[in-house]
């Protein structure tokens, strides 16, 4: 009788569909289907996830068959018309592909489905799936011939050295067993009932070409008839170890479900086979108390695919619970996907009811040591002569090996102090018999080597006449462990809260109220308060900011059980210092009260990095402000000067200052413009110019000449007690701070740039920044100075010109270089798109000038060229699949100055933007138009559309709330233009605008 094979109740952990799915290139397959269904359920998928893989799918239909392929794939959300007008999607009739000219040729056909996998890889498709009904065959007398050739070649020829997946379709209720075995043999793959089989029956081409069919098929079933046999047995071999194992075994999945298990289970938990399936392992087997968890044990199990043991307990029918000791074992599909868990169970009830015992008998004989006497000596001359029980015991000795023995004999040959045992001891009861008692710690060796503590108390008797000593001993080396393992826990913990800068907290809430019952010790470390500052406030809020109280209160009030929620503010350290925290935390409902898990991150250097940042671009914004009337013709010293003032004062937040130039007759410093904190001050005013002249000695005297004298910038927050100091004169506005720097060429002295009475305190970030604007002051002065020089040389000025263009250039890059990298850094997606955009729009900046520097006139650049290059960057950042979306260019060869270049750069960079970002959702493809024509009345227009799904129903360009319109707009005005909206297919912008004449900024 054959046995019960308990693996065969195990069902399958996988669908068809999966299976369809995890399909790989080289895979020849053949579908034997009985009914509609079979087919449906099988071609539907299979080209459904070969479209959504990118790959090229072809499907050969017979002449009964009708358009229901196209139906269903398009009930599955398949676009079919667009996939077939892309050439993804090819359908041919069996007339196309099988029979062209009323007969089968397997070459010919070899050869079509060769030529549609080439197509495929030329038009960038990942590979090529093809499926079609075999039918045919049918119609053909030689068919069961034709169709093993063709199979075999197919076999050899095409899937193993193509990228490609083929499925022949055969419909059992048309073909002749015969042939059906044909196919069985000339396919690896087989599909059928709903199951993809690897065919052990299959013969490999060049086997099949050698080989007499009828012997083929003998050695086929042979083998088939050991593998099976052994298959068998080991079956069976399983299946009796499982049936008879006195260990519980169950394989389940994570939604609870039991999909097998064995006897043994079932004995554990009291349920009958059929019981157990209506049963879920998580809600109706494990008690509540362990869900929690299991549920975080199994998690972790899943992120490291190792093994777990752990203990729980398990409901049993009848009522009653069972401790058990359990080992599961993850187990993953070939996608690394969970499939189920396989666990053996332990019954732990009588490891449990002797752990009982035993803790109760431990407690019983740590009750009895607690209150037993400690160890007693009696020492005559230095020698044991007496003892009592509890000696023995802690020396682990017997009576006669003790007595008559000395303290040193059972000490190691030093203490812990690194005086000698037998020294130590002889001083300390020489001062007992002196009459001075002595209480303390010795270190003891039993006779195994075994070292242990005591805590000694030696004191003098008198018996009769003689004195002796009296020792009480206390075996404290539990005690002195856990000391030395305490000490090392805090030196771990110190440590640990010394490295990191986050710290993490759990606080329950409490009439209305959240406590802290729980912080990490990083805390402390971080913000320099004490636990006790803590306690007293029975949490950490009292450290934030006091304007950033009002979010951090708003958080906690806001979080409710099952949600997540992160806040940026800042607290204030013990110090005094800001911190920038960023506040993760998660609520839970607790037995009945609400629970917050947190953790805090310190952000502070974020931060630092974000304002660095800002401060470049501003400096670099600052920058692109001069250069304009520097290289001007135009342009005066004075005028130089007043602009590299009004930035100077705009970065350094400065009220005062003045800029001057050095005149190199007599080296007095000339005040080209400045502020009117001047007034009154004792200036020589010649040629209506004021100048500072310098002292005989050739120095500039007082604070202000000081770093005209070092060629070094300085600044000071106290200038009433600088060294060189001299104060204000009567009617001079109060000077609260001042920064200087020198204008220098190498180490020639040219100018300086002086500011004083700044909002906030001068640093070494202002003084860096005025010495980025002395740079380009240095080459406005070094210019004037040598200007005849320069209208007698358009090269070398050409020269100065580009280089002033690629610095700019360079800097701007190094604003994207920056945006990029602090991208990489977040890992929040609004901060990465923000960073994303800006990347974008300084990027169109600094193609103008790059083009500038490169362009044969460098004051104005060829606006074709640049929309050219601008359009090819945003299309490579924003299409994934080229040639989707097409651009249309529609441009009058027209060049444009500076000033009406960079906001038209900055228009095109957002509405193209925009375009590539929303019209063309899901893949659609369309058309990016963009015109720049010159009219008749002198005016330009730029016209940017697109003919995708439009704008959103309300839109109003009046009331834009998005950055990247509100720049549009902005930039618009900026260029004295106007702005017209067409929504009728699409979206088009137009914009009317003259060119911008040069305006004096200052």
């Given at each position: 009788?054959?046995k019960?094979?308990?693996l065969?109740?195990?069902?399958s952990?996988s669908?068809l569909?999966?299976d ?9 397959i053949a579908?034997l289907?009985?009914?509609?269904r ?5 071609i539907?998928p ?7 893989k990118g790959e090229?799918?072809?499907?050969i239909?017979d002449s ?5 392929l196209?139906?269903y794939?398009?009930?599955e959300g398949?676009e079919?018309?667009f ?5 993804q ?5 069996e007339?196309?592909?099988y029979?062209?000219?009323?007969d089968?040729n ?6 079509l489905?060769k030529?549609?996998a080439q ?6 498709f990942k590979?090529?799936r093809i499926?079609?009904e075999m039918?045919?065959v049918?119609h053909d007398q ?20 193509y990228?490609?997946l083929?499925?022949c379709?055969?419909?059992?209720q ?8 044909g196919?069985?043999m000339t ?5 059928n ?5 690897k ?7 060049h086997e099949?070409?050698?080989t007499?069919?009828?012997e083929?098929e003998?050695?086929?079933w ?15 071999l399983?299946?009796e170890?499982l049936s008879k ?5 169950v ?14 289970f ?11 399936k209506?049963l879920?392992?998580d809600?109706d087997l494990?008690?509540?108390e ?8 199994l ?12 203990e729980?307990?398990?409901l ?7 401790p058990i000791?359990i ?6 599909n ?6 189920y868990?396989?666990?053996?169970i332990?019954d ?6 002797v ?8 407690n019983?004989y ?9 160890g ?7 020698f044991?002569?007496?003892c009592?029980q509890?000696?023995?015991e802690i020396?682990g000795?017997?009576?006669e090996?003790?007595?008559?023995k000395?303290p ?10 690194g005086t000698?045992?037998?020294?130590k001891?002889?001083?300390?009861m020489?001062k007992a018999l002196s ?11 039993q006779q195994n080597g ?7 108390s ?13 020792a ?7 005690r002195?462990?856990a000391e030395?393992l305490?000490?090392e826990?805090?030196h771990k ?9 986050d710290?993490a907290?759990?606080c ?6 959240y406590?802290v019952?729980?912080?990490?010790g990083?805390?402390?470390h ?7 500052d803590m306690d007293n406030?029975?949490g ?7 304007d ?6 708003q958080?906690l009030?806001?979080i409710?059980?099952g949600e997540?929620?992160?806040?940026i503010?800042?607290i204030?350290s013990?110090?005094g210092q800001?911190i920038?925290?960023r506040?993760?935390?998660e609520?839970v409902e607790?037995?009945?009260n609400?629970r917050?898990?947190?953790a ?9 990095y974000?304002?660095d940042?800002k401060?470049?671009l501003?400096i670099n914004?600052?920058?692109?402000r001069?250069?304009a009337?520097l290289?001007?013709?135009s342009?005066?010293?004075?005028d130089v ?5 009004q930035e ?14 050095v005149?190199?007759e007599?080296q ?5 413009t400045h502020?009117s904190m ?6 020589v005013?010649?040629d209506?110019?004021?100048?500072f002249p310098?002292s005989?000695?050739g ?7 000081h770093?005209?004298?070092t060629g070094?910038?300085?600044y ?5 007690t600088h060294k ?6 009567s009617g001079?506005?109060k000077v609260?701070?001042f920064?200087s ?15 004083a ?5 001068y640093d ?11 740079e380009f002051?240095a080459?406005?002065i070094q210019r004037?100075r040598?200007k005849?020089?320069?209208l ?6 050409e020269?100065l010109l580009?280089?002033?263009h690629?610095?700019v ?7 994207a ?8 850094e977040?890992?929040e997606e609004?901060?990465q798109e923000?960073?994303r955009v800006?990347q974008d729009?300084v ?10 520097y490169?362009?044969p006139?460098?004051?104005r650049i060829n606006?074709?060229?640049?929309v050219?290059s601008l359009?090819?960057?945003?299309f490579?950042?924003?299409t994934t ?7 249309n260019?529609d441009?009058?060869?027209i060049?444009?100055?500076l000033?009406?270049a960079?906001?038209c ?8 933007t925009?375009?590539?970002k929303?019209?063309?959702p899901?893949g659609n493809?369309g058309t990016i138009?963009?015109?720049f ?6 005016e330009y227009?730029l ?7 439009g704008l959103?129903p309300?839109?109003n360009?009046?009331?834009?709330e998005t950055?990247?319109l ?6 618009v005005?900026?260029?004295?233009g106007t702005?017209e909206l067409?929504?009728?297919s ?9 060119e911008l004449s040069?305006k004096n900024?200052?």
């Amino acid at each position: 009788m054959e046995k019960d094979n308990y693996l065969g109740e195990i069902k399958s952990f996988s669908t068809l569909e999966d299976d369809l799915n995890s399909l790989k290139p080289h895979q020849h397959i053949a579908l034997l289907y009985n009914n509609p269904r079979e087919w449906k359920e099988t071609i539907i998928p299979f080209i459904k996830w070969g479209l959504e893989k990118g790959e090229k799918c072809v499907y050969i239909r017979d002449s009964s068959q009708d358009n229901k392929l196209q139906e269903y794939l398009k009930k599955e959300g398949v676009e079919v018309n667009f996939c077939e007008k892309s050439g993804q999607l090819v359908i041919l009739d069996e007339s196309e592909a099988y029979t062209k000219d009323g007969d089968f040729n397997s070459d010919t056909r070899i050869h079509l489905i060769k030529t549609e996998a080439q197509i495929a890889k030329d038009n960038g498709f990942k590979a090529l799936r093809i499926c079609g009904e075999m039918s045919w065959v049918l119609h053909d007398q030689s068919g069961l011939d034709r169709l093993m050739e063709y199979e075999s070649q197919l076999n050899q020829n095409f899937t193993s050295k193509y990228p490609s997946l083929a499925i022949c379709q055969f419909d059992m209720q048309k073909f002749d067993p015969e042939i059906i075995k044909g196919v069985i043999m000339t396919h690896p793959y087989l599909i059928n009932g709903g199951e993809i089989y690897k065919n052990f029956y299959h013969v490999p081409a060049h086997e099949f070409q050698d080989t007499p069919l009828a012997e083929k098929e003998v050695e086929i079933w042979l083998n088939n008839i050991k593998r099976e046999h052994k298959i068998r047995l080991r079956e069976e071999l399983y299946a009796e170890v499982l049936s008879k194992s006195s260990q519980a075994f169950v394989i389940g999945l994570s939604d609870g479900k039991i999909l097998f298990n064995n006897p043994a289970f079932n004995e554990l938990v009291g349920y009958s086979p059929d019981e157990i399936k209506s049963l879920n392992w998580d809600k109706d087997l494990t008690s509540p108390e362990c869900r929690h968890q299991e549920k975080i044990i199994l998690q972790e199990m899943e992120k490291t695919g190792l093994p777990v043991r752990y203990e729980k307990e398990y409901l049993k029918k009848d009522g009653t619970r069972v401790p058990i000791e359990i080992l599961t074992h993850p187990s993953y599909n070939h996608e690394g996907e969970l499939k189920y868990y396989y666990s053996f169970i332990n019954d732990i009830s009588s490891r449990k009811k002797v752990e009982e015992e035993l803790l109760i008998s431990e407690n019983k004989y740590h009750t009895l040591f607690d209150n037993a006497e400690s160890g007693i000596f009696l020492i005559r001359d230095g020698f044991f002569m007496e003892c009592n029980q509890k000696v023995l015991e802690i020396f682990g000795v017997l009576e006669e090996n003790i007595l008559g023995k000395t303290p040193a004999d059972f000490s190691p040959p030093l203490q812990e102090d690194g005086t000698p045992s037998d020294l130590k001891a002889k001083k300390l009861m020489e001062k007992a018999l002196s009459g001075e008692p002595q209480h303390f710690e010795w270190k003891h060796q039993q006779q195994n080597g075994t070292v242990f503590f005591t805590e000694v108390s030696l004191n003098r008797l008198k018996i009769g006449e003689e004195y002796l000593l009296q020792a009480i001993v206390m075996d404290i080396t539990g005690r002195k462990r856990a000391e030395n393992l305490l000490k090392e826990s805090e030196h771990k913990h110190r440590m640990v809260g010394e490295l990191i800068s986050d710290f993490a907290y759990s606080c329950i809430q409490k009439d209305g109220e959240y406590r802290v019952d729980w912080i990490t010790g990083s805390f402390y470390h971080i913000t320099g308060f004490s636990k006790k500052d803590m306690d007293n406030q029975f949490g950490w809020m009292f450290t934030v900011h006091p304007d950033d109280t009002p979010k951090a209160q708003q958080q906690l009030q806001d979080i409710k059980p099952g949600e997540k929620n992160i806040k940026i503010f800042r607290i204030i350290s013990s110090q005094g210092q800001i911190i920038w925290l960023r506040n993760h935390i998660e609520c839970v409902e607790e037995n009945g009260n609400w629970r917050i898990y947190g953790a805090a991150q310190d952000i502070s250097r974020e931060k630092i990095y974000l304002e660095d940042l800002k401060r470049e671009l501003e400096i670099n914004q600052s920058l692109s402000r001069i250069y304009a009337p520097l290289i001007s013709d135009s342009s005066s010293m004075e005028d130089v000067a007043d602009i590299i003032l009004q930035e100077s004062l705009k970065l350094t937040h400065s009220e005062n200052g003045y800029v001057g130039m050095v005149d190199p007759e007599n080296q007095d410093m000339v005040v080209l413009t400045h502020s009117s904190m001047m007034v009154g001050c004792e200036m020589v005013d010649l040629d209506d110019k004021i100048r500072f002249p310098p002292s005989k000695n050739g120095n500039y005297p007082a604070l202000w000449g000081h770093s005209l004298n070092t060629g070094k910038g300085i600044y000071t927050n106290q200038p009433e007690t600088h060294k060189t100091s001299r104060g204000t004169p009567s009617g001079h506005i109060k000077v609260t701070n001042f920064i200087s720097v020198p204008v220098m060429a190498e180490k020639e002295l040219l100018g300086q740039i002086a500011l004083a009475n700044s909002r906030h305190d001068y640093d070494d970030n202002k003084l860096e920044a005025l010495k980025r604007l002395a740079e380009f002051y240095a080459l406005a002065i070094q210019r004037m100075r040598f200007k005849d020089d320069l209208l007698n040389s358009i090269k070398d000025k050409e020269l100065l010109l580009r280089e002033i263009h690629h610095r700019v250039k360079n800097n701007l890059q190094i604003i994207a270089s920056l945006l990029n990298l602090q991208s990489a850094e977040t890992q929040e997606e609004e901060a990465q798109e923000f960073c994303r955009v800006s990347q974008d729009r300084v990027r169109s900046m600094a193609l103008i000038h790059e083009k500038l520097y490169k362009s044969p006139n460098i004051s104005r650049i060829n606006f074709y060229d640049y929309v050219k290059s601008l359009t090819e960057a945003l299309f490579y950042n924003y299409t994934t699949h080229p040639g989707i979306v097409q651009l249309n260019l529609d441009i009058d060869n027209i060049s444009l100055d500076l000033d009406t270049a960079i906001p038209c750069g900055l228009l095109l960079n957002e509405l193209i933007t925009n375009s590539l970002k929303y019209a063309f959702p899901d893949g659609n493809k369309g058309t990016i138009t963009i015109k720049f024509k010159s009219l008749p009345s002198g005016e330009y227009q730029l016209v940017i559309g697109d003919d995708g799904i439009g704008l959103p129903p309300g839109f109003n360009l009046d009331r834009v709330e998005t950055l990247g319109l509100q720049i549009v707009i902005s930039l618009v005005k900026q260029i004295e233009g106007t702005l017209e909206l067409e929504e009728t297919s699409g979206t088009v912008y137009t914009i009317n605008f003259k060119e911008l004449s040069y305006k004096n900024r200052l």
